[in-house]
Every structure is written in structure tokens, then in C-alpha cells.
């Protein structure tokens, strides 16, 4: 089988590993990305951007509704989720095609198909037309990403919940939506699909929404959110699951007030992200996982084998990290300084508002472990 040698060589095209593709062709490299599906990653196609269309959808619901307060009269509002999924559908391939714009631009060959290592620093790739290619690159990236977790709860996963990918999908208005999870993708669904109608209840189970942020942030979302009618369950542990996701479903759930059913039409599972790193031959690569499934970024840090960027390295899962990180590092690096984790990456995160020393101490996890000190002066 002929063997396809490049410079740099990428598995994914997400975040981290695009912008990387992109510059490195355009500077002459010999660059190839692999990606098995989501042309541009996560972030375009079923996260970031496509969530952000339809809670503006859910915002302007919300403005219509309450248009009679800003002395605008308007007549009954209704919601139309066909439409609402397909403005989102619209603007994911025009970002889509934006996308394949940039890698023909560049130069760097974007490959379609799952990539699996063979070697250290050797991929075959199944592509998509059913072909099988052998790429090895000097410089290979892990760019795989995550994905949702599910919870190991009794009757969770038989109950087809959805995860924000099919979340983003709905073309029907959910009559009672459960969001299992408070985090920032939790959130943003519970929000928009109250705003479009659905009666709305989130199972958290610590003390607070929006576990990252300091307790007055999450005191002051929450107070927001039940001024719109949306029900919270904080320390409320989800014990089991009976039903089917999209017709009917109860959920036992526990908290001080002792056990209770929720039933419902839909749940939303918002509880965290796993890396994309099994079945993809790492074993062969010398890259150890730690007991999550997380590269052990130590090592690849000095680039003796594939170096793990983006969020499958168990980074905070902000595809603004990503690439603020990126952004700090290009001008004149060699290419293992636009690792997340890069020192030179720390003052660009205080930029983008990492404010607390817990913050930071979580990005910079690998410079810390190598012994390196945050600069008080940094900190501010
Ligand atoms: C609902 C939602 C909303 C979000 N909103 C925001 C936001 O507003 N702001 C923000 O900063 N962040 C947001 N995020 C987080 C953001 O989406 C991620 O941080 C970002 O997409 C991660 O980028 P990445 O490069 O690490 O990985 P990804 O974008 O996940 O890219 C990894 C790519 O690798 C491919 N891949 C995996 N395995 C293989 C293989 N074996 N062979 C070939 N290809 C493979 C995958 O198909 C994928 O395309 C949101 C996330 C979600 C879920």
C-alpha cells in the first residue's frame, strides 16, 4: 500500500487542528488533516455556532412575547421548530463550505475518512469513498476532540436521550423538557427551549448551576432562569430512568427533600464530555491515556510522538481556549508551542477571562506538573 508522507499531519479538523493545518500550509508545509465527519469540528457543525443560531431564535421568541413592554404590539407568537432547525441547517453549510474554502486556500489537503494509528507517528485512514490510505507525518497532531458522556445510570441509555447534537435538531417543540446537568450546554438548551415554550426542569446535582463559575455568577443565572419559569433541581441525584426520549419518560430523581418522579417528553443529557480516543490505536503511538481516556500531554508536549491539542486533552472544553491558545502561539513558533497548554498561551487566557487561580491552574495543568510557576504578576 503506497505511503502519503507530510510535514504535518492532523486526525481531526476541529478547532485546535484546523487553524494549525491552515497556517502550516501557507507556509510551505506539506499539511494533511483527517476527519471522519464534522468538516471544521464540533464548533461549526453541532456546538458552539448551531447552538448559538438557536438560542438567538429562542431570544428574539422571547423579545416577541414580551414585545408589549417595549411598546411594541405585535399578535399571538407562535413557534415554528421546522424553521427555527432550518435556519440553523442553513447556516452550518454555509459554514461548511467556508470551511473547504480554506482548506483549498491553504493547501493543506483535507482527507475524509477515520483515521487509526499503526505506528508512532503512522495513520491508516478508511475514507469515506472506501479506500485505505497510509499517512505518516514529522509532525502529527491529535486534534480527536469529545463527545458527550452518559452517565451510568439505570435506564439511561435505553431511554435514547438526547445529547446536544440531537438537541440541535429538534423540529418539534418538546411539551416537558428534562435537562440532566447545569453546565453551560445544559444551560443554553434549558433557556432557549423555555423561551420557545417547553416547560423546562433542570436535575443538577451539586450545589450550584454552572459548576466553573464563582457561586455569585451561578446564584445570579439562577435567579434568571426561575424568573422565566424554569424549574431547578439543585443536589438532586438521578437515580433511574423509565421510557423513551420523545414520548414519555419518568425520572426518579433523590434530593434532601427525599425521591421523587419527574416524568417528561424529552431529556437532555448535559453531564460532561469523554474524549474521542478508543479504537483509535494509540496503543501503537507510545501517547498514554490516563484512566478518563485523556492523553497524557506530558509526553507528547516534546513532541516525540503525536502531540494532543484541542479539547480531547481534557482542557476546558471552551472552543474559545482552544483558540486563544492557538492565537498566542503562532508568530514565529516551531509547531508544539501552539499546544493549549502552552506557557506563552497563559496570558491570552487571563485575557479571555479566566479569572481565578482554579482556572488557570486547570489549563496550565501540564506546565504546573513540569514544575513551572504562574507568575504572580500574571494573576493580577
Ligand atoms: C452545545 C455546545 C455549545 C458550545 N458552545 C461553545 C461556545 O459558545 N464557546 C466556546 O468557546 N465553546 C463552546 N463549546 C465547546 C466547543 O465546541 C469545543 O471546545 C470545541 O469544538 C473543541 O474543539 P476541538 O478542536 O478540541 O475538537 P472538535 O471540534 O471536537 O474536533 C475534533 C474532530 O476530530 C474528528 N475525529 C475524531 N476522531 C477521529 C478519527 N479517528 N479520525 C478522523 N477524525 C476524527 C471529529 O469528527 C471532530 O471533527 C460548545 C460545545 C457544545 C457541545
Not at 97 to 103: A, G, P, T, V, W
Not at 279 to 301: A, F, I, M, Q
Not at 307 to 334: E, K
Request: hydrophobic letters at 40%; proline letters at 4%.
Amino acid at each position: 500500500m503506497a505511503q502519503q508522507q507530510f510535514d504535518i499531519l492532523t486526525i481531526g479538523s476541529g478547532e485546535a487542528g484546523k487553524f494549525l493545518a491552515w497556517t502550516m500550509a501557507k507556509s510551505g508545509r506539506r499539511v494533511a488533516v483527517v476527519e471522519r465527519k464534522l468538516i471544521g469540528g464540533a464548533c461549526p457543525n453541532i456546538a458552539c455556532l448551531p447552538s448559538k443560531n438557536v438560542v438567538h431564535s429562542a431570544k428574539v421568541a422571547d423579545l416577541a412575547r414580551h414585545a408589549a413592554e417595549f411598546g411594541v404590539v405585535t399578535g399571538p407568537v407562535s413557534i415554528e421548530m421546522a424553521t427555527v432547525r432550518a435556519r440553523k441547517r442553513q447556516m452550518v453549510d454555509g459554514l461548511i463550505k467556508m470551511h473547504l474554502d480554506k482548506f483549498k486556500d491553504s493547501g493543506a489537503q483535507l482527507i475524509m475518512g477515520e483515521a487509526r494509528f499503526v505506528a508512532p507517528k503512522t495513520v491508516e485512514v478508511r475514507t469515506d469513498d472506501g479506500a485505505t490510505l497510509v499517512l505518516t507525518g514529522d509532525r502529527v497532531f491529535l486534534n480527536v476532540g469529545t463527545r458527550a458522556a452518559l452517565p451510568n445510570v439505570p435506564g439511561l441509555e435505553k431511554a435514547k436521550p438526547l445529547t446536544h447534537v440531537e438537541a440541535l435538531e429538534l423540529d418539534r417543540l418538546p411539551e416537558h423538557f428534562v435537562v440532566v446537568g447545569g453546565g453551560f450546554v445544559g444551560l443554553e438548551f434549558a433557556q432557549a427551549l423555555r423561551r420557545f415554550g417547553s416547560r423546562v426542569t433542570i436535575v443538577e446535582s451539586s450545589t450550584q448551576l454552572a459548576g466553573h463559575e464563582d457561586p455569585d455568577v451561578a446564584e445570579a443565572i439562577l435567579r434568571l432562569f426561575e424568573d422565566e419559569g424554569i424549574e431547578v433541581l439543585l443536589n438532586t441525584e438521578l437515580l433511574e430512568v423509565q421510557g423513551t426520549s420523545g414520548q414519555q419518560v419518568k425520572l426518579r430523581v433523590r434530593n434532601s427533600q427525599g425521591e421523587r418522579t419527574i416524568e417528561c417528553s424529552d431529556v437532555l443529557v448535559a453531564t460532561g464530555r469523554i474524549a474521542n480516543t478508543e479504537g483509535l490505536g494509540l496503543d501503537t503511538t507510545g501517547v498514554e491515556l490516563d484512566s478518563r481516556g485523556w492523553p497524557d500531554v506530558n509526553l507528547s508536549y516534546f513532541g516525540l510522538m503525536p502531540h494532543a491539542i484541542g479539547t480531547g486533552v481534557g482542557f476546558p472544553f471552551l472552543r474559545s481556549a482552544v483558540d486563544a491558545a492557538w492565537r498566542q502561539g503562532p508568530r514565529g513558533m516551531t509547531v508544539n508551542t501552539c499546544t493549549a497548554d502552552h506557557p506563552r498561551a497563559l496570558p491570552t487566557y487571563l485575557r479571555a477571562g479566566f479569572r481565578t487561580l482554579r482556572q488557570v491552574r486547570e489549563i496550565w495543568n501540564v506546565p504546573l506538573r513540569l514544575g513551572m510557576r504562574i507568575p504572580e504578576r500574571l494573576l493580577g
